[in-house]
């Protein structure tokens, strides 16, 4: 009678049933070669535990507090193409404010194309990116897929409501997707003076 | 996913983990302290390279630091945390593909130490006999091929099913079930070909 191969024997030890299972319950020497691979098993979970490297809980405080936020520096070029976009948006709001022809109920309903303008000069700016050159931390990573995920969801309901042509949630979705893509390039820039632009857009 | 013989599977009190949401650096070392041993072995066992093991061990507990506010007490914490350290394993193990899969064997200087402790001991022959076990083990683990090193070590180790690995790899779980095969043929054919420890059965 032909033994079964390792495959097999390592599918039977696992609970399987397969057409080998009756012949190694009574075969000594398959037995054998499962004891082998307890064997094998048991000293794999006795090897040599490595020792731990020095400082480990250290560098990983000082790591972790060098991805947070840093105090603002100089501006860099792409933070004032967002300074100029946020005041753009700043100044259009002001207008239709005092816009005879509008009601004070209506200020902002202007302010949406200006939304979509400033998004998708976000989005080409984060186009230019080689994020697969940039260095980026586990801790960056990880917000990075949060804001991709948060972004693609914005995008469903901004199509929902682009449908229903709900003026006041769909200027609230733009602006929720322009604070994502404003985040989005202060990590890609690692500059959190870009951050001081979405801060001045909520103050219209 | 089975625990078996996990380090991970040591649970903490719930209070610590609370603490920990709330931001307490304290709760989080006392978590560290806890898991540290776990992620680092995972990690080197994974990656083969302490360079790189280090690496997953600042970014999985950087990743606790900045997630645990996501962690619901559902599954046990430890689980929670090795599937960080697993994820950010084979992060590494990806970013660094370009890396020969043989690399050279790491321990040996530890194991010489720990064998010149062992000898000053009445039982010299157990400590030889052991210290060749672990160290052919060690070896053969070492040049296993990164892949194979992961399953056979998610499988038998951190009790990972076929599926959950194939699931990781973004493979079929035969592909997972051939690398074990590979990986327990790969340790025999070395046990019987250098060491031929007595705790393991003579060949068929």
């Excluded at chain 1, 100029?84 to 404010?97: E, N, R």
């Excluded at chain 1, 003026?167 to 979705?173: C, D, R, V």
């Excluded at chain 2, 064998?115 to 000053?120: G, P, R, S, T």
Aim: aromatic share 6%.
């Amino acid at each position: 009678m032909n033994h079964p191969n390792i495959t097999e024997l390592l599918a039977i030890r696992d609970g399987e049933s397969t057409s080998a299972s009756v012949h190694v319950s009574t075969c000594q020497i398959c037995q054998d070669e499962l004891n082998k691979i307890e064997i094998l098993v048991a000293e794999l979970c006795h090897l040599h535990e490595p020792q731990l490297p020095e400082d480990a809980w250290e560098k990983i405080v000082a790591k972790h507090n060098n991805t947070q936020p840093k105090p603002p520096g100089k501006p860099t070029p792409l933070s004032k193409v967002l300074y100029a976009l946020a005041a753009s948006v700043l100044l259009v709001g002001f207008i239709t404010l005092l816009s005879p022809n509008k009601t004070i109920n209506t200020p902002l309903v202007s302010v949406l194309p200006e939304l979509k303008a400033e998004s998708r000069a976000l989005e080409h700016i984060l186009a230019n990116y080689q994020t697969n050159s940039l260095e980026l931390s586990a801790s960056q990573q990880f917000k990075i897929e949060k804001i991709q995920w948060e972004l693609m969801l914005l995008d469903q309901k901004l199509s929902l409501n682009n449908k229903q042509n709900n003026e006041k949630q769909l200027e609230k979705l733009w602006l929720n997707r322009i604070e994502n893509l404003t985040t989005l390039h202060a990590i890609y820039n690692n500059n959190p003076e870009v951050m001081l632009a979405q801060s001045t857009r909520n103050l219209i | 996913m089975k625990e078996n013989n996990s380090l991970f599977s040591q649970t903490i009190e719930p209070s610590l983990i609370t603490r920990a949401q709330q931001g307490d650096l304290t709760a989080h070392e006392a978590i560290f302290k806890c898991y540290s041993k776990a992620t680092y072995i995972l990690a080197l066992r994974l990656c083969n390279q302490k360079e790189m093991a280090e690496d997953v061990l600042q970014n999985t507990f950087i990743k606790v630091i900045d997630c645990i506010d996501s962690f619901q007490c559902q599954a046990p914490f430890g689980m929670w945390l090795r599937k960080i350290a697993v994820n950010e394993s084979l992060m590494i193990l990806r970013k660094n593909r370009q890396l020969p899969q043989l690399v050279s064997y790491e321990h040996s200087d530890t194991l010489n130490n720990v064998i010149e402790l062992d000898l000053q001991t009445k039982q010299q022959h157990c400590a030889i006999h052991q210290y060749q076990v672990q160290s052919t083990l060690e070896k053969t683990l070492a040049q296993l091929p990164a892949q194979t090193r992961l399953v056979l070590w998610l499988k038998e180790i951190e009790g990972y099913s076929h599926q959950e690995i194939a699931e990781l790899m973004g493979k079929s779980e035969s592909f997972s079930k051939s690398l074990l095969s590979r990986a327990f043929g790969r340790l025999r054919t070395c046990f019987s070909r250098d060491n031929n420890p007595k705790s393991l059965v003579e060949e068929p």
